[in-house]
């Protein structure tokens, strides 16, 4: 009986253990879960909202590594985060930074652009 309970306290910590990993592996931020199994650490391209434009750096990185933009808006209004090739859509508020985990991207060129300003915020990510 004893052997039973201690089973069951167990399955239960295991199952409250495996829906929070489960919960919070979308959310953006949530670099562990974004990256698990990738045998890599992300790299880190730092994208700056600024008078409707972007500054980022580096605009090129090796295939198949994950990714982790860092994103700061500067302006003193909302700006939309968006990349139709990558699949992110994210509203970055005023004074804001939010971080955006992406797998490992194949060779090519990535888009990516204020949806708010798309004249002026938007930059390309080459993969090669």
Avoid: C
């Avoid at 039973?4 to 409250?16: H, T, W, Y």
């Avoid at 698990?36 to 090796?62: M, Y």
């Avoid at 994950?66 to 994210?90: C, H, K, Q, W």
Wanted: glycine content about 12%; overall charge neutral.
């Amino acid at each position: 009986m004893r052997r039973s309970l201690s089973r069951r306290v167990f399955s239960a910590a295991g199952v409250s253990i495996a829906a929070a990993l489960l919960l919070f592996s979308g959310w953006p931020g949530s670099l562990p879960a974004a990256t698990a199994g990738e045998g890599g650490s992300p790299q880190t391209i730092a994208v700056t909202i600024k008078g409707h434009k972007f500054a980022a750096s580096p605009l090129s990185v090796p295939p198949g590594q994950p990714l982790l933009f860092r994103v700061t808006n500067l302006d003193p209004t909302a700006e939309e985060f968006e990349s139709y090739d990558m699949g992110f859509e994210i509203v970055v508020r005023p004074g804001q930074t939010i971080l955006v985990p992406v797998s490992g991207l194949g060779k090519g060129r990535y888009d990516f652009f204020g949806d708010f300003h798309p004249g002026t915020a938007h930059a390309t990510l080459t993969v090669n």
